[in-house]
Each structure stands twice: as C-alpha cells, then as structure tokens.
C-alpha cells in the first residue's frame, strides 16, 4: 500500500510539474507572439514616416544582471518582481540610456523592430538609422562607394549630439565596420560599443576579409561570383552584391520565425561593394580606447563561431557573450536573449 501510494504521489507531482511546464511555454510563446504583433505595428509607423527610428522613455521593466555573463544565453527566463523593480531602479539612473542599433549588409532600420520594443519597454532610448543606400534611404547603392559615405547617417547623428552626451552603439555583421569606423572618429561619443556577430576588424583589414571562408579571397569573389551587380555596365568593376532568396535563407535566417524571414524577403537591398573592400585605418590612441564588446551567435550560417572566435581572439574585446540558438539575425531568431545581454552590457560600470 506505501509503495503504491507512493508512485501515485510521484506520478501526480511530475503530471503537476509538466502542466505547470507547458502552461509557462504557452505563456511565453503568447507572450512572443504579442511582441511581435506590438512591434511590427511600431515598425511600418516609423518605417512610413522617417528614416531612423526613434525611440522614447516608456515604462521601465525588464531586468538583468550588472555581472556579465561567462555561458551561453538561450532561451530567456522569466524574472520575478521583485527583479524587474530592481533592475527598473537600475536602469532610472544609467548614464547612458541612448542606444544605437546599426544594421548589417542588405539590412536596413526595419530588422530591429523587436529589440526597438524591448528597449523601450526598459526604459532605454533606442535609434535604429538606415545606413546610406539601405532600408528606406533613397541613395543608389550602386554610387555607394567608401565606407564614410557608407557610415554617413550614423556620422551626422554622432556629430548632432550634445557635447556631453555619449551613446551605445550596436552594429550587426558588416555594421561592425561602420561602428569601428565610429569609434576612431568620434571616441568621445561613444560610451560602449556592442558587436552582434560583426566584422570587428583590426587595423588595415576589410570588412569583407571577414567572410573569406565563406565567400572567397576579395580578388576571386570580385572575378567569380554570380551574385554580383555590375551598376555601370558589364564592362565596369562590379558595384555591389546581392544573394538569391534561398541563399539569403540559409546562410541568414536559419533559425529565424517564418513570418520574419517573409518580411526580410521583401525588404532586403543590394549590398555595395565599395565598403566592404575598403580597408580600415584604426588607432590605438583613439579606437584603441574604446570599450568593446562582443555578442557571438552560435547557429550562424554567414559568419561561423569558429570566425566569431578568430575575431574575438585577434581583437580582444572587453566582454564576450553568447546567444545560443542563434543564427545571424539574433534579433529575429533570439530577441529576448539579445535584449537581455544589451542591458547587460549597458548596465557594465
């Protein structure tokens, strides 16, 4: 009789766990599936009406830990109360609050509509700028040819601060060049900068140098892609570049929600070339000082871990973080987790 009771008391207490279990999941999802709906719609009404989307003070939520993470961040847990209270009391007296989210190739403002929404809900101000000849910018990729010109919307917001104010910036793949290219000219602007599986090169490299596992040496990418955009005429070196849609899926979006890769479909735009070739001038005396930090993802397609590694051993930053589950876009495939480590890093004294 003990026994028999007592397997039922077991089996009782695990279908209890599981319900409980399953009952959290389905929060979550609905949870998800809300942020989403709350954050497109906030996306398309910035994206019709401005070329940077602003962010404003909203309610203060969310939490994280000062501490930084030495293990990879999967799925995010949910945090009490009383940890919302304190992080909210935390974030209320931040020095830096501004948080730039710089895109990378072929992206433009609109992939960060769910980290928009996420930040805002914790009470930072976030700015998401079309880069030239991306998202809505009207400049033809095609006479896009340096990485100043390039980079120039994210120099006019930089150069439009006031003098006593710095922002963090947060560039995604070969946004990372536009946010090194940030730090060496305006090191007195930039509090912290975040690199999300970004081209965090070192003096005199390209961005593209980068992706040369994947895509080829620059020189034989230049003569043998297929992707390539010849903007003025067959006859003339190519301009930019462009992945077909399967290709953009496999090598981007491999872990990302079906709903958010259909939306990138329709709103990715060709990638100039210029850039990416251009090799970076970087100084110790002003890149050199810059706080650093990088996030790896580890499911990503376009740029390995095993690169993301190389990157972050080469060019030691200060902190290291890592998404788990993550393909190239962790704002679309781990929003949560990506949100959770950028109040992280802002919050590193």
Same mark, same amino acid.
């Given at each position: 009789?003990?026994?028999?009771?007592?397997?039922?008391?077991?089996?009782?207490?695990?279908?209890?766990?599981s319900s409980r279990r399953n009952r959290s999941q389905r929060k979550l999802q609905s949870d998800e599936e809300l942020l989403h709906m709350q954050a497109l719609s906030l996306a398309i009404q910035h994206h019709q009406s401005s070329q940077r989307f602003e962010g404003s003070m909203s309610r203060r939520i969310g939490s994280t830990?000062?501490?930084?993470?030495?293990?990879?961040?999967?799925?995010?847990?949910?945090?009490?109360?009383?940890?919302?209270?304190?992080?909210?009391?935390?974030?209320?007296?931040?020095?830096?609050?501004?948080?730039?989210?710089?895109?990378?190739?072929?992206?433009?403002?609109?992939?960060?509509?769910?980290s928009i929404a996420l930040l805002e809900e914790s009470g930072m101000i976030p700015a998401a700028l079309d880069l030239t000849g991306s998202g809505i910018d009207l400049k033809d990729t095609n006479n896009v040819?340096?990485? =100043?010109? &390039?980079?120039?919307?994210?120099?006019? %917001?930089? +150069?439009? #601060?006031?003098?006593?104010?710095?922002v963090i910036l947060v560039g995604h793949s070969i946004g990372?060049?536009?946010?090194?290219?940030?730090?060496?000219?305006?090191?007195?602007?930039?509090?912290?900068?975040v690199f999300l599986c970004g081209t965090m090169v070192s003096d005199g490299q390209k961005p593209f140098d980068v992706f040369a596992e994947q895509l080829g040496s620059?020189?034989?990418?230049?003569?043998?892609?297929?992707?390539?955009?010849?903007?003025?005429?067959?006859?003339?070196?190519?301009?930019?570049?462009?992945?077909?849609?399967q290709q953009m899926r496999g090598l981007y979006f491999n872990q990302s929600p079906a709903k958010d890769i259909a939306l990138a479909m329709v709103s990715m735009r060709p990638i100039p070339l210029g850039p990416i070739m251009q090799n970076l001038s970087?100084?110790? =005396?002003? &890149?050199?000082?810059?706080?650093?930090? %990088?996030? +790896?993802? #580890?499911?990503?397609?376009?740029?390995?871990?095993?690169?993301?590694?190389?990157?972050?051993r080469?060019?030691?930053p200060e902190g290291v973080f890592k998404i788990k589950g993550s393909d190239h876009c962790a704002f679309l495939s781990k929003p949560q987790s990506l949100h959770k480590i950028l109040l992280e890093i802002a919050q590193i004294a």
């Open positions: 009789m003990g026994n028999r009771f007592s397997c039922k008391t077991k089996e009782n207490h695990n279908g209890s766990k830990s000062s501490r930084r993470r030495s293990n990879p961040v999967s799925d995010p847990a949910v945090n009490t109360p009383n940890q919302q209270k304190q992080s909210a009391e935390f974030l209320e007296n931040l020095a830096t609050k501004k948080i730039v989210l710089i895109h990378g190739e072929g992206f433009g403002a609109w992939c960060w509509y769910k040819t340096t990485l =100043e010109e &390039y980079s120039k919307p994210l120099i006019d %917001y930089l +150069q439009n #601060l006031p003098e006593d104010e710095k990372g060049a536009c946010v090194s290219y940030a730090l060496e000219h305006f090191p007195q602007k930039i509090s912290k900068a620059a020189e034989q990418f230049m003569k043998e892609s297929k992707f390539l955009i010849h903007g003025n005429g067959k006859d003339n070196p190519a301009t930019g570049f462009m992945f077909e849609k970087l100084s110790k =005396e002003k &890149y050199g000082t810059g706080r650093r930090f %990088y996030i +790896q993802t #580890l499911e990503d397609h376009a740029l390995s871990p095993d690169i993301q590694e190389k990157l972050v080469d060019n030691p």
